[in-house]
């Protein structure tokens, strides 16, 4: 938009956006070298911060519970200049197609979802890693099955594994204010070019306050290039714009069967390439705590929260009990998994759902690689938090 | 340094500022130098309907999340939560730790069945009953200051927040930044303004309520020793 338009919209004539007064960063410089300042926050005014310094060019959404506090402070971030346009959609197959369209003309988009309005606009997002367009989506988990709760269970990010979308998975508020950012970054990377949803597990983190340390608002991301990009921008400026991709890929001969599967498998392809810029701008995929330990618990989001207690209570006991975060669900840090779990006796994946999705990706990836027992379990569903005291037990009794 | 670790759950209905209060002990317990966390539970926002608010308090950093499921203290606040069972938590007391504390506001005490009389017995739960209500009539001549009361009470049980910090997270609540509230909260919000002409008004009879709610747990024998009594200056308070 331009000012004119935020003047027809009762900005002041000399009103300036304070995006515009923002500084451009290197990422790098953003994340680990620039002064940071510790606040008291929710995890909605985390993502608001985060969303402050992404330098977004396009929000839009359509309000979900626990989401819906998030985009309303984005809604102010617009009103006061650092998001460049920003609307709520219709309903969330409008909302996630606007961002395929949106992204398309190469520039960065931002939206946020939760649990149903995930699985509304699950036939868009499906879409978006072939069509190769770089968006952020906060996903707020919320309880998608009956009966109708609005307390998280992460079930929902079991949907987006084999879309060839990239997935992290936001352990509290201070990751929910770093991934996001970091996530519009790698998404951009030219032998990327993929979304990226940011997962937290919602209201425990969204609605609860917790330590969160922020660099000044003075600075943001540099923008998107649209032109820095694994296929080309939509042009705009000269039509007929180009809607489909690529036209061979539509299905209608047996030369497109081949072109659709090289090009899925380039996709997947591009989910690993973002390994190494995940690695450099998470501090690593991976966070493990207490290597040299013999029972270890894996898991991701807020169920590591859960386990860094019971870890600390274990330890008041003497007894040392080795705990993985997993940041990246994709791309899946296969590979220092099983550096690190080749030797161990016993491995539990505390998880915040029923069907255990993060049990079947280590059981998938362990299997003829370590000799550890898989515990199934434990687990949590329906919206309920994992008592420490949960994990304490489930602990002892596999040590018998 | 020994370690110290509160959970407390609180329940109540809604419109009684069960979730102000757990952002009010919560902020103050932080800006007195310890850890805190917190998080709401409630369905649809309405009137009357069942509100629980868990915090979590240390003086080391928290990690753990989400609903307290074993607290060490619960506070009531309003006896409806129990006799007419207004909760998600059926008894009330289901996970209690043992030995933990019940802190009701009520001026009479409820009447317990024999079986929860005996669970109660069994876990070692001391109860305290805590006329908040009748001190928020009385001081603040308004119910909406019941909450203000019970926060008192806890920070004199728990012996932290110290009732300096806490009235400056009162303040902060009220003047400062604040937090992201619903539009529930904001409506109620903007009715107990004008009910009190002035913001120093309303914080003045807030930290009143504060004060006679802690003083009231020191003089039952309730209080923690660190549970000290402090003259409140407002305008010394920065937010």
Redesign the interface.
């Known amino acids: 938009m331009s000012n004119l338009d935020f003047v027809a919209e009762g900005k002041p004539a000399d009103w300036v956006p304070l995006g515009d007064l923002q500084k451009v960063v290197d990422p790098m410089e953003m994340f680990f070298e620039l002064p940071r300042k510790t606040e008291?926050i929710?995890g909605?005014?985390a993502a608001r911060e985060s969303i402050r310094r992404m330098n977004v060019d396009i929000a839009i959404s359509y309000p979900i519970t626990p989401q819906s506090?998030t985009m309303q402070?984005a809604g102010y971030l617009y009103d006061e200049g650092y998001i460049k346009d920003y609307y709520r959609g219709e309903e969330e197959i409008g909302v996630m197609s606007a961002m395929a369209g949106a992204s398309r003309a190469g520039i960065r988009c931002l939206t946020a979802t939760a649990g149903p309005g995930l699985m509304r606009g699950m036939e868009a997002i499906a879409s978006w890693p072939g069509a190769r367009t770089p968006i952020v989506l906060m996903d707020m988990c919320r309880v998608i099955n009956t009966p109708l709760a609005i307390?998280?269970d992460n079930i929902e990010m079991s949907f987006m594994l084999n879309t060839g979308m990239l997935l992290l998975h936001a352990e509290?508020q201070q990751d929910f204010y770093d991934y996001p950012l970091v996530a519009a970054i790698v998404s951009e990377e030219v032998d990327v070019t993929l979304p990226c949803a940011v997962s937290v597990?919602g209201?425990?983190?969204t609605?609860?306050?917790?330590q969160v340390s922020m660099t000044s608002k003075d600075y943001k991301l540099p923008p998107r290039d649209g032109w820095r990009s694994a296929v080309p921008a939509m042009d705009n400026e000269n039509p007929p714009a180009r809607l489909a991709r690529d036209a061979p890929i539509q299905k209608s001969n047996f030369i497109s069967y081949h072109m659709h599967s090289s090009w899925q498998q380039e996709v997947f392809a591009a989910v690993e390439r973002s390994a190494k810029y995940f690695e450099k701008y998470l501090d690593g995929c991976i966070e493990v705590i207490n290597p040299d330990a013999e029972e270890f618990l894996v898991t991701s989001g807020?169920a590591v929260?859960?386990s860094?207690?019971a870890v600390?209570q274990e330890g008041e006991k003497g007894r040392k009990v080795g705990l993985i975060k997993i940041k990246t669900i994709r791309p899946f840090p296969t590979r220092q998994l099983i550096e690190i779990l080749k030797n161990v006796k016993r491995i539990l994946v505390p998880e915040f759902n029923q069907a255990g999705w993060m049990h079947k990706e280590l059981c998938s990836i362990l299997y003829g690689k370590c000799n550890a027992e898989i515990i199934n379990g434990p687990r949590v569903y329906g919206g309920?938090?994992?008592?420490?005291?949960m994990i304490l037990e489930w602990l002892a009794k596999h040590r018998k | 340094m020994s370690i110290k670790r509160y959970n407390v759950r609180m329940a109540g209905i809604g419109g009684q500022g069960v979730v102000t209060a757990s952002h009010i002990i919560s902020n103050g317990v932080v800006i007195s130098g310890g850890h805190s966390s917190l998080v709401p539970f409630f369905g649809s926002e309405k009137r009357n309907a069942p509100v629980e608010s868990y915090v979590r308090i240390s003086n080391e950093v928290i990690y753990e999340i989400g609903e307290i499921i074993f607290p060490n203290i619960l506070l009531i606040f309003h006896p409806s939560v129990i006799t007419l069972g207004k909760s998600y938590t059926m008894p009330f007391y289901t996970g209690l730790k043992q030995d933990g504390i019940i802190m009701i506001n009520s001026k009479v005490p409820i009447p317990f069945s024999k079986d929860e009389e005996r669970e109660m017995a069994d876990k070692g739960a001391k109860i305290f009953y805590l006329p908040a209500t009748e001190m928020a009539n009385d001081i603040a001549k308004t119910e909406l200051a019941t909450n203000m009361a019970m926060c008192g009470a806890l920070a004199a049980v728990l012996g932290l927040p110290d009732l300096m910090s806490l009235a400056a997270s009162v303040k902060d609540r009220f003047v400062g930044k604040g937090i992201v509230v619903s539009g529930g909260t904001q409506a109620l919000d903007s009715a107990i303004e004008k009910k009190f002409a002035k913001k120093q008004k309303l914080l003045e009879a807030n930290m009143k309520t504060l004060e006679a709610s802690y003083q009231y747990m020191i003089d039952k024998g309730w209080a923690h020793k660190d549970a000290k009594v402090i003259k409140i200056d407002l305008e010394t308070i920065t937010v």
């Open positions: 008291f929710t909605s005014e506090e402070q307390q998280p509290n597990d209201f425990f983190v609605h609860a306050r917790g807020a929260s859960q860094r207690e600390r309920m938090t994992m008592p420490t005291e």
